[in-house]
């Protein structure tokens, strides 16, 4: 049997080839997009664990090993935005642990970048980078080490007592392979949250799977008619339901086999493409991008399986009796109780409004089943919000092509709404997106800071850290103000005795004291009061994102000689703004001070931004793989109804009917499910996007800009395009010939 109902698959010409082609396709497509997320979510812990040696220096570690004791201390530095982490290592004897990636720990004087860095180096001027580092570039880290191939890294070495004098350096036996237990602000290797990726990312497999499923059950029902006149036939020679179930499922199984072995060569063959991009705010390593045998097993024997059931349901009547299709009757119409799905979708995201699960799994069970129950809602609430239409209609228009339009939707609601179905859901999920990336976006975008504050660098100590120095040298200070592109210098000083502490702030940090002089020099700052010669900053205002040019500080009762006297807590530089002056003035300061970290505004939101910039990825891989795909089942789903309905149209020509009327009828069978659904699964977009970030985030929903609805109005037309576009081959299919029997 199973060999007969091979040769009858493709022994039904060039249509049957056709169709068993456009079946492979989506199923390709479908496979290729969900081995992509699969191995994406993959190359995400294999990234992590390659950074779990960051934490070799976390207090929390116990893991001792009887070895000679390598003092280690972790620090950050940043470029032009993009973090640099960096090590400090000391061996106290031959036998001290090796960091991943080395053949052994650096000696006093050289040091060891990852590739990325090392091209940064050559690339960059060393009065703006290199000069940072002591000694001399010994060599480049092995992959086994970094994150990403765009990680900056560098391994130092230097001698037990230069290490040892820097705050938080540690003697380590063990290289830390784990994450440990507990973490107070020195775990630097936790890498990219996995778990939020891989909620973020199922989310976007749920989101492109569902629309190349119905892609998939659209291109199995065609010539659906044909198939079933067929089926019906062979029961009434003799065969058996099951024997139609066989030969049925075998059709589709054959392109869905075909479909998946494509589909695993998509996912190869593309595998270096997904690698660049930076959906974790890095590229991957593409020996990273692999999948499990689970997954893979999964994969080869679910979807052939799948296909086989969507193909026994699509021509499910046929196994009733074998006179089924001849006697077609109207179908029941869609019952209320299909709006179900829908509103318990909708009142699941409600309900974890103000009571977010606390933990990733209990967000991740919380959120992917809210919106696939919501698609799979809109799915099952189509035809009957398509009958409730068309009945709306009906009772309003008195033109022919109208009324038989909406009475064929109000008969067979199922058939109008399964044309549509894979654009709705596609609208739904383009709302959803980008309305959740706009209002992250919206709400984090100021990280960037404005104008005025991206051109300054501060360096020294944290508000809650002991002051950097004594006294700045004059040589230092002369060296920033030489840096080509600089403009204003301030010395910060310590304030122990909290002069100008505004009594009603309950913090205990006390403000910053600098000379009128010198802020006279930094106005992104503020400003003094008139006659001051002092004033009372706040630490925080010195890393604003937002200028305080405007604010006038409170005056210190301090004279310039008694605040000379006082440590410094940081200094503050501003330039014209450009890397060369922002990087050549972290330099200096960094080669004077180098146990204190320079920062930047750009520095300060550059990690959330690339990670948003990730996420935008994402928003645009949805948008650009859900949209064509669903323009494909729509023009497949009218291009089949047609088909199947050849010989009614061709009897309604016989009598009279202009083809005129006919493609009317046509276009508005198509338009109207369309339209209507559509505004619906945006209304739904907009409600599930804001319940999500008000019970994830606590946003609130940011409408998009006016280029999502631009681009939603050009959707809709390019949608009403294609169904005008198949109108033509009515002409050629409803011919007298089609309106013969048998």
Not at 384 to 407: F, Q
Not at 451 to 467: I, K, N
Request: glycine share 8%; aromatic share 6%; with cysteine.
């Amino acid at each position: 049997m199973i060999e007969f109902a091979l040769r009858l698959a493709v022994s039904g010409g060039r249509e049957a080839i056709a169709r068993l082609i456009v079946i492979a396709a989506a199923v390709a497509i479908g496979v290729g997009m969900l081995l992509s997320t699969l191995a994406s979510i993959n190359a995400v812990d294999k990234a992590n664990d390659r950074v779990l040696w960051y934490n070799t220096g976390a207090a929390a570690r116990t893991e001792t090993a009887a070895v000679d004791p390598l003092w280690w201390r972790t620090h950050a530095d940043y470029y032009d935005g993009v973090r640099l982490f960096e090590v400090d290592v000391a061996a106290t004897g031959p036998t001290a642990p090796v960091p991943p990636g080395l053949a052994a720990v650096p000696a006093p004087g050289e040091y060891y970048a990852s590739p990325a860095l090392a091209k940064l180096l050559r690339e960059t001027p060393a009065v703006e980078l290199a000069d940072r580092f002591p000694g001399r570039l010994a060599g480049t880290l092995g992959d086994e080490a970094l994150q990403s191939p765009d990680s900056l890294v560098a391994v130092i070495g230097r001698t037990p007592e230069e290490v040892r004098a820097q705050p938080e350096a540690r003697t380590v036996t063990t290289i830390a392979t784990t994450l440990p237990a507990a973490c107070d602000n020195d775990c630097p290797g936790g890498g990219v949250r996995g778990d939020a990726m891989t909620l973020i990312l199922s989310v976007v497999a749920g989101a492109l799977i569902f629309p190349v499923l119905i892609f998939i059950g659209t291109a199995t029902r065609l010539s659906a008619a044909t198939r079933e006149q067929r089926f019906a036939a062979m029961r009434l020679v003799g065969a058996t339901p099951r024997q139609v179930s066989v030969i049925s499922a075998v059709e589709s199984t054959v392109a869905a086999v075909a479909g998946t072995a494509v589909g695993f060569a998509l996912f190869f063959l593309l595998r270096p493409v997904v690698a660049t991009v930076p959906f974790t705010g890095e590229r991957f390593f593409t020996g990273d991008l692999t999948l499990t045998v689970v997954q893979v097993l999964g994969t080869v024997l679910g979807v052939p399986v799948a296909a086989a059931v969507a193909a026994r349901f699509a021509l499910r009547r046929v196994t009733i009796s074998p006179l089924g299709v001849s006697r077609r009757v109207t179908p029941r119409p869609p019952r209320a109780w299909r709006l179900v799905p829908l509103l318990g979708g909708l009142a699941e995201l409600a309900w974890f409004v103000d009571r977010r699960p606390e933990t990733t799994d209990g967000q991740t069970a919380a959120y992917l089943t809210g919106f696939l129950v919501v698609m799979l809602g809109l799915v099952v609430a189509g035809p009957w919000l398509t009958m409730a239409a068309a009945r709306a209609v009906a009772l309003r228009t008195s033109r022919p092509a109208t009324l038989i339009a909406v009475r064929r939707l109000a008969d067979d609601p199922k058939a109008g709404f399964r044309s549509v179905s894979g654009l709705v859901l596609a609208l739904f999920v383009t709302t959803a997106t980008v309305c959740i990336i706009g209002t992250i976006n919206e709400n984090r975008g100021s990280l960037a800071g404005d104008p005025l504050t991206r051109t300054a660098v501060e360096h020294g100590a944290m508000v809650d850290e002991p002051p950097m120095t004594d006294a700045v040298p004059d040589r230092v200070l002369a060296d920033v103000r030489a840096v080509p592109g600089a403009e204003g210098l301030a010395v910060v000083h310590a304030n122990p005795d909290k002069i100008a502490k505004d009594p009603a702030d309950p913090r205990p940090f006390a403000p910053g004291l600098v000379l009128c002089s010198d802020l006279a020099r930094i106005p992104v700052v503020g400003h003094c009061p008139a006659g001051a010669s002092a004033a009372a900053i706040p630490l925080y205002a010195f890393l604003d994102l937002r200028s305080q040019a405007d604010t006038e500080w409170p005056a210190a009762p301090i004279t310039p000689e008694a605040l000379g006297r006082l440590p410094v807590q940081m200094i503050y530089a501003t330039t014209d703004g450009s890397t060369a002056a922002m990087e050549q003035t972290r330099t200096v300061l960094t080669r004077a001070y180098p146990h204190y970290m320079s920062r930047t505004v750009g520095d300060w939101g550059s990690e959330q931004q690339r990670q948003m910039a990730g996420w935008r990825q994402l928003a645009n891989v949805v948008l650009l793989a859900t949209l064509p795909i669903a323009g494909c089942s729509l023009a497949v789903s009218v291009v089949a109804g047609l088909s199947d309905r050849r010989r009614p149209f061709a009897m309604l020509r016989l009598t009279g009917a202009p083809l005129r009327l006919l493609q009317r009828v046509i276009g508005l069978e198509s338009a109207l499910p369309l339209l209507v659904v559509a505004a619906i699964a945006t209304g739904t977009g907009f409600g599930a996007a804001a319940m999500f970030l008000k019970s994830q985030m606590s946003y609130d929903l940011v409408s998009p800009g006016a280029t999502y609805f631009v681009l939603v109005v050009l959707g809709l037309v390019a949608s009403l395009g294609i169904i005008a576009s198949t109108l033509p081959l009515l002409r050629r299919i409803t011919g007298p010939e089609a309106a013969r029997n048998g």
